[in-house]
Nanobody
Protein backbone atom coordinates (compact mmCIF):
# COMPACT_ATOMS: atom_id res chain seq x y z
CA UNK A 1 0.00 0.00 0.00
CA UNK A 2 1.39 3.39 -0.97
CA UNK A 3 0.21 6.61 0.58
CA UNK A 4 1.16 10.07 -0.63
CA UNK A 5 0.71 12.99 1.73
CA UNK A 6 0.87 16.65 0.78
CA UNK A 7 -0.14 20.09 1.95
CA UNK A 8 2.04 20.91 4.93
CA UNK A 9 3.80 24.22 5.40
CA UNK A 10 4.26 27.32 7.52
CA UNK A 11 1.19 29.20 8.68
CA UNK A 12 0.55 31.95 11.20
CA UNK A 13 -1.53 31.32 14.32
CA UNK A 14 -5.19 31.45 13.42
CA UNK A 15 -4.45 30.41 9.87
CA UNK A 16 -5.59 27.42 7.83
CA UNK A 17 -4.06 24.55 5.90
CA UNK A 18 -5.39 21.56 4.03
CA UNK A 19 -3.61 18.22 3.96
CA UNK A 20 -4.22 15.52 1.38
CA UNK A 21 -3.54 11.80 1.59
CA UNK A 22 -3.85 9.72 -1.56
CA UNK A 23 -3.82 5.93 -1.37
CA UNK A 24 -2.62 3.99 -4.37
CA UNK A 25 -5.50 2.89 -6.60
CA UNK A 26 -4.01 -0.58 -6.93
CA UNK A 27 -5.07 -1.35 -3.35
CA UNK A 28 -8.82 -1.05 -2.67
CA UNK A 29 -9.38 0.39 0.80
CA UNK A 30 -13.15 0.71 0.88
CA UNK A 31 -13.36 -1.20 4.16
CA UNK A 32 -10.64 0.81 5.85
CA UNK A 33 -10.13 4.28 7.20
CA UNK A 34 -7.65 6.90 6.04
CA UNK A 35 -6.38 9.77 8.08
CA UNK A 36 -3.61 11.42 10.03
CA UNK A 37 -1.44 11.11 13.04
CA UNK A 38 0.98 13.73 14.25
CA UNK A 39 4.16 13.88 16.25
CA UNK A 40 5.31 17.10 17.82
CA UNK A 41 8.94 17.62 18.85
CA UNK A 42 9.68 15.70 22.01
CA UNK A 43 6.23 14.12 22.14
CA UNK A 44 4.73 10.78 21.25
CA UNK A 45 2.77 10.25 18.06
CA UNK A 46 -0.98 10.75 18.47
CA UNK A 47 -4.00 9.94 16.35
CA UNK A 48 -5.56 13.12 14.97
CA UNK A 49 -8.39 12.20 12.62
CA UNK A 50 -9.57 9.27 10.55
CA UNK A 51 -12.44 8.63 8.16
CA UNK A 52 -14.01 5.42 6.91
CA UNK A 53 -13.75 5.35 3.13
CA UNK A 54 -17.02 3.42 2.71
CA UNK A 55 -19.46 5.35 4.90
CA UNK A 56 -17.66 8.48 6.08
CA UNK A 57 -17.67 7.71 9.80
CA UNK A 58 -15.02 9.79 11.50
CA UNK A 59 -12.76 9.98 14.50
CA UNK A 60 -11.20 13.16 15.93
CA UNK A 61 -8.94 13.63 18.89
CA UNK A 62 -10.56 16.03 21.35
CA UNK A 63 -7.97 18.77 20.85
CA UNK A 64 -8.91 19.30 17.19
CA UNK A 65 -12.70 18.94 17.35
CA UNK A 66 -14.37 22.01 15.90
CA UNK A 67 -11.19 23.11 14.12
CA UNK A 68 -10.24 20.18 11.88
CA UNK A 69 -12.53 18.53 9.35
CA UNK A 70 -11.68 15.30 7.60
CA UNK A 71 -13.34 14.32 4.34
CA UNK A 72 -12.72 11.83 1.56
CA UNK A 73 -13.11 11.34 -2.16
CA UNK A 74 -14.04 7.70 -2.38
CA UNK A 75 -13.32 7.33 -6.10
CA UNK A 76 -9.87 8.86 -5.73
CA UNK A 77 -9.12 7.02 -2.47
CA UNK A 78 -8.02 10.36 -1.11
CA UNK A 79 -8.67 11.93 2.25
CA UNK A 80 -8.43 15.61 3.11
CA UNK A 81 -7.84 17.30 6.43
CA UNK A 82 -9.00 20.90 6.54
CA UNK A 83 -7.40 22.64 9.50
CA UNK A 84 -8.55 26.06 10.66
CA UNK A 85 -7.74 28.28 13.61
CA UNK A 86 -4.33 26.68 13.90
CA UNK A 87 -2.24 27.26 16.99
CA UNK A 88 1.45 26.68 17.76
CA UNK A 89 0.37 23.53 19.63
CA UNK A 90 -0.61 22.04 16.26
CA UNK A 91 2.99 22.21 15.06
CA UNK A 92 4.07 18.68 14.24
CA UNK A 93 4.95 16.24 11.52
CA UNK A 94 1.65 14.91 10.23
CA UNK A 95 1.66 11.31 9.02
CA UNK A 96 -0.88 9.90 6.62
CA UNK A 97 -2.04 6.35 7.36
CA UNK A 98 -4.64 3.74 6.57
CA UNK A 99 -6.06 1.08 8.88
CA UNK A 100 -9.17 0.24 10.90
CA UNK A 101 -11.07 3.23 12.27
CA UNK A 102 -11.36 1.58 15.66
CA UNK A 103 -7.58 1.55 15.95
CA UNK A 104 -7.50 5.33 15.63
CA UNK A 105 -9.63 5.54 18.75
CA UNK A 106 -7.42 3.28 20.85
CA UNK A 107 -4.06 4.18 19.33
CA UNK A 108 -0.85 4.16 21.32
CA UNK A 109 2.65 4.33 19.80
CA UNK A 110 2.90 0.57 20.31
CA UNK A 111 0.23 0.15 17.62
CA UNK A 112 2.20 1.50 14.66
CA UNK A 113 2.25 -1.92 13.05
CA UNK A 114 -1.56 -1.82 12.74
CA UNK A 115 -1.36 0.86 10.06
CA UNK A 116 0.17 1.45 6.67
CA UNK A 117 2.05 4.74 6.69
CA UNK A 118 2.89 7.43 4.22
CA UNK A 119 5.64 9.96 4.58
CA UNK A 120 5.24 12.80 7.02
CA UNK A 121 4.51 16.37 6.13
CA UNK A 122 5.60 19.19 8.41
CA UNK A 123 3.05 21.69 9.68
CA UNK A 124 4.56 24.69 11.44
CA UNK A 125 2.34 27.25 13.12
CA UNK A 126 4.35 30.30 14.02
CA UNK A 127 4.30 34.06 13.73
Amino acid sequence: VQLQASGGGLVQPGGSLRLSCAVSQSTPIDHYAVGWFRQAPGKEREAVAGIMVSDGRTYYVDSVKGRFTISRDRAKQTAYLQMINLSPEDTAVYYCATGFLGDWKTYTPKDNNLFYWGQGTLVTVSS
